[in-house]
Nanobody, 119 residues
């Protein structure tokens, strides 16, 4: 089992930016063959899809609510996946989770990182 670790959350004013990172807690793991998704859970709401990136950046998708403001990417070593968030709104306030899936074989989650958008 691989534990993912999210980082980069914090408190930011509306219109601000943050970059979230997702990496494995242990060394040697890469996302090369995984589809990596970011989800978020807003207060009182169910967890929702935010963005995904396919193996070797084969595809990228976003939820409509973040399209044009958020960018998902991967570093060249395939050890870290980023979620660059811009023009943040109060409704983006949520716990953000990273998820890595390899078909029906592996499904790994992180513990989440809190993003709060408030003036």
């Amino acid at each position: 089992q691989v534990q993912l670790v999210e980082s980069g959350g914090g408190v930011v004013q509306p219109g601000g930016s943050l970059r979230l990172s997702c990496a494995a807690a242990s060394s040697g793991f890469t996302f090369s063959v995984y589809t990596v998704r970011w989800y978020r859970q807003r207060p009182g709401k169910e967890r929702e899809f935010v963005a995904r990136i396919g193996p070797s950046d084969s595809y990228i998708d976003y939820a409509e609510s973040v399209k044009g403001r958020f960018t998902i990417s991967e570093d060249n070593s395939k050890t870290t996946v980023y979620l660059q968030m811009a023009d943040l709104k109060p409704e983006d306030t949520a716990m953000y989770y990273c998820n890595a899936v390899l078909a029906s074989v592996n499904n790994f989650w992180g513990q989440g990182t809190q993003v709060t958008v408030s003036s």
